[in-house]
């Protein structure tokens, strides 16, 4: 049985959009602070 953990959205579009970006660019941030 599935839980129904996915069908009711947890946070907006936008909230969701700055995650993902926070994901995206969190090694390079990483990489950019190792080298200074």
């Known amino acids: 049985m ?3 953990r ?3 959205e ?3 579009a936008a909230e969701a959009q ?3 970006q ?3 660019f969190g090694p390079v ?3 950019v602070s190792r080298l200074m």
């Open 29 to 31: 941030v990483f990489q």
């Open 18 to 20: 700055r995650l993902a």
């Open 22 to 24: 926070e994901i995206a």
């Open 6 to 8: 996915y069908t009711k």
């Open 2 to 4: 599935m839980h129904k």
């Open 10 to 12: 947890q946070c907006t």
